[in-house]
């Protein structure tokens, strides 16, 4: 089956550098790619919609110099956390939309720690 | 914003009962709806989904309901099992196209633990 691979699994970084999360497409094509975060006994909330090629549709209170997003290709999106404080730490999982509304696929997340 | 949430937080079944999770949306533009399992430190994974056009849909061990007239969506695990303890999320989306297709609001979450 599809399968969506976020790297890293677990990241800590210090306050005030900047993270990069990767989430690719293993076997399809991902011309549409979404951001979400998921804070302790949360639900997931919608942070972006990454689209190859252009820039990137943010949410509501979602500060788009803060977290950047890259879609380069049709198989990679990356997520910057930059100047990140401990009140960006949090899980950041992303999905693949590929043909279909059955073929969203999600990966299994990046743990964020900001120190 | 509209959102979707859930009546019940926490849900507690032995091994072997039946488990309905609910849940409420509130965007009527909405037309498909997923229900999706979370383990811990893992992302989402699919269960079942339904379309508007649908009130009903069977899988292997679930069901889920769609009541548009409440806006109501409940997922049934039948004969539920201690692997099945996971928080619960359902999702709405919409199946039109552009850059909303694919892009989901999820509920609140039911945390449900089966006991031996």
């Known amino acids: 089956g599809a399968v969506v691979s976020q790297h890293p699994s677990r990241v800590i970084c210090k306050s005030g550098t900047s993270v990069k999360i990767e989430c690719r497409s293993l076997?399809?094509?991902?011309?549409?790619m979404f951001w979400y975060r998921q804070f302790p006994k949360q639900s997931l909330m919608l942070m972006a919609t990454?689209?190859?090629?252009?820039?990137?549709?943010?949410e509501q209170g979602v500060e788009k110099d803060k977290f950047l997003i890259n879609h380069a290709s049709l198989t990679l999106s990356t997520l910057t956390v930059t100047s990140a404080h401990p009140e960006d730490s949090s899980f950041y999982i992303c999905?693949?939309?590929?043909?279909?509304?059955?073929?969203?696929?999600f990966g299994n997340g990046t743990r964020l720690t900001v120190t | 914003g509209e959102s979707v949430g859930l009546h019940l937080p926490t849900l507690s079944v032995q091994e072997g009962d039946n488990s309905i999770i609910n849940c409420a949306y509130s965007?009527?533009?909405?037309?498909?709806f997923i229900w999706y399992k979370q383990e811990s430190g893992k992302g989402p994974q699919f269960i079942i989904d339904?379309?508007?056009?649908?009130d009903k849909r069977q899988g292997q061990r679930v069901t889920v309901l769609l009541n548009k007239t409440v806006k109501h969506l409940s997922l049934q695990i039948a004969a539920t099992q201690p692997g099945d303890s996971a928080v619960y999320f359902c999702?709405?989306?919409?199946?039109?196209?552009?850059?909303?297709?694919?892009?989901?609001?999820f509920g609140q979450g039911t945390i449900l633990t089966v006991h031996p």
């Open positions: 999905s693949a939309r590929g043909t279909g509304l059955r073929g969203l696929h």
């Open positions: 999702a709405e989306g919409w199946q039109g196209g552009g850059t909303s297709y694919g892009k989901l609001t």
């Open positions: 965007n009527s533009a909405s037309d498909y």
């Open positions: 990454s689209n190859e090629g252009s820039k990137a549709t943010y």
């Open positions: 076997d399809f094509q991902a011309t549409t």
């Open positions: 339904i379309r508007s056009n649908m």
